[in-house]
């Protein structure tokens, strides 16, 4: 007469508080790999380059048209940031070197997530509104035209007599 009671689907409560704490140990490993990785990397003299050293082909943009691709020198920009050169990273590749930040900070918020169970996540996860995607897009393109630019003067530097010295 009476409908049977449908067991509980709920997962028990240990369950339930370790699943985002497995969540955040894998976004910290995620985060952290490549900073890791560029670690072991020497950053290329050329500014692009670096990514050759774990037998990817050369940019084919660069190769192609003559200009860098929007991501030319980001390994470059990871590698001089995971040892600490921030300046060589930022003059590198100025989005590589803020999404090699970005990537760190992930890394250690979701770290202390895994860790603590803290929900510092949400505070990252918060900030990320249109506004701030836009201002990533217009610093991609940014660093886009800034890259092209020292690939061009790398270039017309390179067939001054005296090999390059102006002087």
Do not use: N
Request: glycine residues 8%.
């Amino acid at each position: 007469m009476h409908a049977e009671a449908q067991p509980d689907l709920v997962r028990p409560a240990a369950t339930t508080a370790a699943a985002p704490r497995m969540v955040a140990a894998a976004v910290a490993l995620a985060a952290a790999g490549p900073l890791v990785l560029a670690a072991w990397l020497e950053p290329a003299a050329a500014g692009l380059g670096t990514h050759e050293q774990l037998g990817l082909p050369a940019c084919g943009w660069v190769a192609a048209a003559g200009i860098p691709c929007p991501s030319c020198g980001m390994t470059t920009a990871f590698a001089h940031a995971a040892r600490g050169d921030l300046l060589g990273s930022f003059l590198v590749q100025p989005a590589g070197a803020i999404l090699a930040l970005a990537a760190a900070m992930v890394a250690v918020v979701a770290a202390f997530t895994a860790a603590t169970g803290a929900k510092s996540w949400e505070v990252l996860w918060s900030s990320l509104s249109p506004r701030v995607w836009t201002v990533l897009i217009v610093v991609v393109i940014l660093a886009w035209v800034y890259k092209i630019a020292c690939v061009r003067l790398d270039a017309a530097i390179e067939v001054l007599p005296l090999g390059g010295a102006a002087w």
